[in-house]
């Protein structure tokens, strides 16, 4: 089924301006501050290659457990998906003194969006887009989070621009709070991760 693709909220360009430096998250070797995240029937973590590989299970995840802002900043990564046809790239982040999943490629591949908004997942709110995502493929996603904005880009083309000055923004009722406060996610699917990176934004 192809969703229908919402109309963005106009990109507003003053609301936070990024400082210069990215911070790695990833060395390229070693898991360094992430730990596995313990989702029950998980697949098999490891990194190689400059890249961190999300074996095939039911959920299979990491979470940071350095430090991390609440809001006012940008992460940017790059995923693929290896095997499988679900998401490939559901990266759980903070909000304030919430959290929120952006998933990528869920519900048997293609949907796109935030889980939850207004108790809304992913396939059922107004951040909801379709994208038919190639397996083998590297693709480079971005999100910016600020106190009353939520943007993210899927190479460089702006995918979700959203006010959530009033809405309910939530993670999902399964057990993505593995992934708290920061982590990433795959379900069903083999995936890789690397180029990690995240930087403040400056009001």
Known sequence: ????????????????????NWISMFDGNT???W??????????????KNTI?????RITGIAWTGAFPKS???????????????FFAGITFPVNDTHCTWINGGWDGTVVGLSNLDGNDASENDTSTS???????????????????????IDNAEIINVDITKRRVSIRFDDLDLCL???????????????IAWRRLAI
């Open 31 to 33: 898991l360094g501050d």
């Open 1 to 20: 089924m192809t969703l229908p693709r919402r109309a963005l909220l106009p990109a507003i360009a003053t609301w936070a301006q990024p400082t210069p």
């Open 35 to 48: 730990k596995e995240a313990p989702f029950e029937g998980r697949g098999k973590i490891t990194t190689i």
């Open 72 to 86: 006012n900043y940008e992460i940017r990564f790059e995923a693929v998906r290896i095997t499988g046809k679900d």
């Open 181 to 195: 406060p920061l982590g990433f996610a795959s379900y069903a699917t083999e995936a890789g991760l690397r180029n």
């Open 131 to 153: 994208r038919d995502f190639e397996t083998g493929r590297w693709y480079a996603f971005r999100l910016a989070v600020a106190p009353n904005r939520i943007q993210a880009w």
């Open 53 to 57: 590989q999300l074996g095939k299970g």
